[in-house]
């Protein structure tokens, strides 16, 4: 194996470097599809990545139910009684199922009037839970904070508001500690969210709303029966068992059927994060098979400029056959002709895709909607292996059957003459 | 000269090439042998079958059927990498055209049989240099072929046919390119190496040549049709 290794390197070695234009341009294809491939994939992954922190700034592991119907009916009763759970339920599932996260609860106030000074804008008003802060990721902007257990105890009117919300009323002004009218009540401004591009929403965007303690919502509006519950499990895949359970307790509490899925609407965010995860690999996979398309044709650049170089090798072939080359050694050579082609074409290629990538980071993503939703194009580590992995079969392919023709030459024709 | 040792033995060989429509045979059973030590020219006018017995004894393609020793080894039925290796030990090619490789220099071309043959590098410098210098060209061994006259890429591809010390060199018309002068060149290399002992086969036209040779085989229509001691 060693002579033979020896042979081919040599032969590659001292095999003549023609077409030398053409080699050029061939690189470039092969340069222009990689770069091709690498963006694409780069371009997908961004957005993935992008959606996935959108999705994400939602929260995490939840799952949003509201007041439904029953389509089946329950012991001797029929079907179509409303099912509502109350405040005091939070407590209960609490109780029941200690192992979530968290368990929330939403009472909504639409179109509230919510005055400071002369100012006067119409807006949702949420009373929630301390835990929501952490599950549904508002976090204060610098300066602020969410409400704590002491305001949920002591009914304190404290409100934290969304950041365009807060925007909208006052403008450039400071709104910590401002205070501010929500149905004529006064409330003191705790906290203002921090901004955040979010993809998952129910009744509206988080930006735009408005939060109070639980206690000093019922205080204030006097209901009992919740706008929105929502449960946070451990891990994303405890969901599906829990949502189950939950059925279960509620069903036997409110008396429905514990498989009537219309009892209570459920939006579970965890399954649909894995259906559009789904989604973005069929893109990415769309967008690669594009890419790969793009550097086949480079390959098959390669493999013409191959062919072109046998035949303009012909005579060399025979002679060296004749001389006692084996198969192995004509064909070996061509074979890694091609393949450093496609090898200095791919590195040109990934360069020139780095730069890109690099100089994107240039570009603002703040206020941006169209970076803000795309993303950054990204190169992983991944998106590297797959586009190596293509480049070497097309370099394979495009060096292994031009040399296939050259291994059929036949060495007699050396021996022609007259 | 002659010796009774037998470097080829051919018997009953025929070739025949299958076109798909048409059968052509080439060679209607060929009985030859050749003993080391002599310089046979084989002489045919076109279409004689001479290129495919010359095919055949360069083991450059095999019989359809019949028997062909080299040197004692069976050539019949062999696999290619087998064929490449007999041509590569066993026979030594001058072509017409001289078919050296025209981006490397003289030394390599002479060294190429050689790393086919698997000697070791430096062995090989020195086996290529010395086969030049015994073909007058110690002198031009870093040449490329395009800087040499057509006399002188003949001597290389001479030292290129002696490098592996085959048991016969084969010859194609080995003077069809060459101006008279450089001809004569060659043919008196030619013969120096068979006095010095190479087993040498020759196909060719001309007559000066042939003379020179220790026997002469005619060929016609794919049968030999005399075979004789040259009339020199």
């Known amino acids: ?418 | 000269m002659n010796t009774n040792g037998t470097i080829i033995r051919m018997s009953d060989i025929r070739k025949v090439y299958d076109t798909g429509k048409v059968k052509v045979e080439a060679l209607k059973g060929i009985d030859l042998e050749i003993h080391k030590g002599e310089m046979v020219a084989i002489v045919g006018p076109s279409g004689s079958g001479k290129s495919t017995l010359m095919n055949l004894v360069g083991c450059l393609d095999t019989p359809t059927s019949g028997e062909y020793e080299l040197g004692g080894q069976a050539v019949s039925g062999v696999s290619r990498d087998t064929l490449a290796e007999i041509r590569n030990r066993r026979v030594g090619f001058v072509f017409q055209n001289f078919n050296l490789l025209p981006h490397i220099s003289a030394q390599e071309n002479v060294e190429m049989p050689l790393l086919f043959g698997g000697v070791r590098p430096a062995e090989r410098r020195e086996r290529a240099k010395a086969m030049l210098e015994r073909v007058g060209l110690g002198d031009r061994v870093d040449h490329k072929p395009t800087e040499l006259s057509g006399g002188q890429m003949q001597r290389v591809a001479i030292a290129r046919a002696l490098a592996m010390n085959p048991d016969i060199v084969l010859a194609v018309e080995p003077t069809g390119n060459l101006d008279s002068t450089a001809g004569s060149d060659i043919m008196s290399i030619f013969t120096d190496l068979w006095k010095q002992g190479s087993t040498m086969v020759i196909i060719t036209h001309d007559p000066a040549l042939a003379r020179r040779a220790s026997r002469v085989v005619e060929i016609r229509d794919g049968r030999i049709t005399a075979d004789h001691p040259s009339e020199a």
């Not at chain 1, 835990?131 to 902007?141: L, S």
């Not at chain 1, 401002?178 to 955040?196: E, H, R, S, W």
């Not at chain 1, 072939?317 to 070996?332: D, E, F, P, T, Y």
């Not at chain 1, 240039?362 to 992995?389: A, D, K, W, Y």
């Open chain 1, 1 to 418: 194996m060693n002579t033979d290794l020896h042979i081919i390197f040599s032969l590659f070695a001292t095999s003549s470097r023609l077409q030398r234009k053409r080699a050029y341009l061939t690189i470039a294809a092969i340069a222009w599809g990689t770069v091709a491939i690498l963006l694409l994939l780069a371009f997908g992954e961004g957005l993935k990545r992008q959606l996935d922190k959108n999705r994400r700034s939602t929260g995490e592991n939840l799952a949003v139910m509201w007041p439904g119907e029953t389509t089946k009916p329950w012991k001797g009763m029929p079907p179509g009684r409303p099912v509502r759970p109350r405040i005091d339920d939070l407590d209960f599932i609490r109780q029941r199922m200690p192992e979530l996260q968290s368990v929330l609860g939403e009472m909504v106030s639409w179109r509230t009037a919510i005055a400071y000074g002369r100012k006067t804008v119409n807006g949702r008003v949420i009373g929630t839970n301390v835990v929501y802060g952490e599950a549904r990721k508002h976090y204060a902007q610098a300066g602020g904070r969410f409400f704590n257990e002491d305001d949920a105890i002591q009914r304190r009117r404290v409100i934290f508001l969304g950041n365009e919300m807060a925007k909208d009323i006052f403008g450039g002004e400071n709104p910590i500690g401002k205070t501010l009218l929500v149905n004529n009540a006064p409330y003191t401004v705790i906290g203002v969210m921090q901004k955040k591009t979010q993809m998952g929403m129910y009744g509206g965007p988080d930006s735009n709303h408005a939060v109070i303690p639980i206690t000093t919502w019922r205080a204030q509006f006097g209901r009992q029966r919740l706008n929105n519950l929502l449960i946070q499990t451990q891990r994303p895949e405890e969901m599906k068992s829990e949502l189950k359970k939950l059925n279960e307790i509620l069903g036997a509490k409110y008396g429905y059927d514990a498989t009537d899925d219309r009892a209570l609407s459920t939006w579970d965010m965890v399954k649909s994060a894995q259906v559009t995860k789904n989604i973005l690999i069929g893109i990415q996979i769309f967008l690669g098979i594009v890419g790969a398309l793009t550097l086949l044709i480079g390959g098959v650049g390669v493999a013409n400029i191959m062919y072109a170089v046998v035949k303009e090798r012909t005579r060399e072939i025979g002679v060296k056959m004749a001389l006692g080359a084996r198969r192995r050694w004509i064909i070996m050579p061509f074979v890694l002709e091609a393949v450093v082609y496609t090898f200095i074409g791919g590195a040109l290629g990934i360069t020139i895709a780095n730069l890109i990538v690099a100089a994107t980071t240039f570009i603002p993503i703040e206020n941006n909607r169209v970076m803000s939703f795309l993303g950054r194009p990204t190169l992983s580590p991944q998106i590297g292996i797959i586009t190596s992995l293509i480049l070497g079969i097309i370099g394979l392919l495009a060096g292994y059957f031009p040399a296939r023709r050259a291994a059929s030459v036949d060495p007699a024709a050396t021996l022609r003459y007259e």
